[in-house]
């Protein structure tokens, strides 16, 4: 059996997370459930099955024991998550996306003593297309124009989605891009000049409660090819998220993202 807790308890990731978990009592046992300082569901409790669990506040003392903490929080949460993990040594599932170059090099530093999944997104489909536009990127030429849309709920705070950007890294690894140099957000008005053959674009939509939908385009010269995933569910990646902490309890330290976890 598996100990975990989960940061970010009562958002939509959280909450999935622990629901799933919560009907697997024989693989995993719930240690934690923790939100920040702000969260008004502070000292409320969770009804999880058989299960009733306090949201507190992850210090110190939370992480008892062998285990890992997953991460779906925000910037100042991951943070702090990084910090008590290592602490205790237990590894932690980072699914938090949009953060800070400083943040990454924490989790940098951090996978040197604890094992550590990164992932922009957790799910099976995901980075299985990211293999397949890395390959279309690879295979076809410079007269194949790039373009990755992006659509999710009206929620989400940070745009490009980690997801889209997970995809045109894939491509530009392909490519022998720098993305920063060859990634276009598309914006109203007049382009200055023709489209470079070196160029992906992206557009970002935010509506409604789509749960997240990504599709790369390569539009050559008299063909197009079209290669998209549709989350219909958040359980998606919630079930990918206890994968990975399923990986990680037979790791001692590391680095690894979702495509070590699933073997692609």
Known sequence: MIKIAVNGA???MGSRILALASEAPKDFEIAGAFEHEKSGQRGQRLSLGKQSLLVE???KSSLKGKGVLIDFSGPTGTSAALVHAAKAGWGVVVGTTGLEPAIQKSIQKFSRTIPIVYSANMSVGVNLI???VALAAE???KDFDIEITEA???HKKDAPSGTALLLAEAITRAKGW???KVLKMRKPGKSETERSNEEIGMQVIRAGEIVGDHTVLFAGLAETIEITHRAQSRDTFARGALTAATFLSKKKSGLFTMAD????
């Open 152 to 154: 999710h709920h009206r």
């Open 10 to 12: 009562v958002g939509r």
């Open 261 to 264: 976890v699933l073997g692609i």
């Open 178 to 180: 720098q993305l920063e």
């Open 139 to 141: 295979k076809l030429g």
């Open 57 to 59: 506040g992850i210090n």
């Open 130 to 132: 990211a293999k397949l």
